[in-house]
Nanobody
Framework: QVQLVESGGGVVQSGGSLRLSCASSRSLLDYYAIGWFRRAPGKDREGVSSINNNDDNIAYGDSVKGRFTISRDNAKNMVYLQMNSLKPEDTAVYFC???????????????????WGQGTQVTVSS
């Protein structure tokens, strides 16, 4: 059974930064792709970023391009999301995801992922 545990959320002022972490109970090399999604109040899940393990291709959602950076540490089985220049509209619960099924390109479709963490709250105040 795969377990993904997020941490690093909190309250930050607009323009600030946070780094989210995701600890995996399995080796990251067991996954084809790892991603971050978020869900704001009253909205659907939104793909934030994903990275493919076989070719390191990365995808970012349009709303976070240039501000967020995904990275991973295979030795520690950790995935990170560095979030800079945060805006109030970034306020959401952020989820770490992973898939053990082959996908050809980094996917921001939540249906592509079968493993999900419980989420960590990020609140950006104006």
């Amino acid at each position: 059974q795969v377990q993904l545990v997020e941490s690093g959320g909190g309250v930050v002022q607009s323009g600030g930064s946070l780094r989210l972490s995701c600890a995996s109970s399995r080796s990251l090399l067991d996954y084809y792709a790892i991603g971050w999604f978020r869900r704001a109040p009253g909205k659907d899940r939104e793909g934030v970023s994903s990275i493919n393990n076989n070719d390191d291709n990365i995808a970012y959602g349009d709303s976070v391009k240039g501000r967020f950076t995904i990275s991973r540490d295979n030795a520690k089985n950790m995935v990170y999301l560095q979030m800079n220049s945060l805006k109030p509209e970034d306020t959401a619960v952020y989820f770490c995801t992973a898939t053990q099924y082959p996908i050809s390109i980094p996917s921001l479709d939540p249906l592509a992922y079968e493993n999900w963490g419980q989420g960590t709250q990020v609140t950006v105040s104006s």
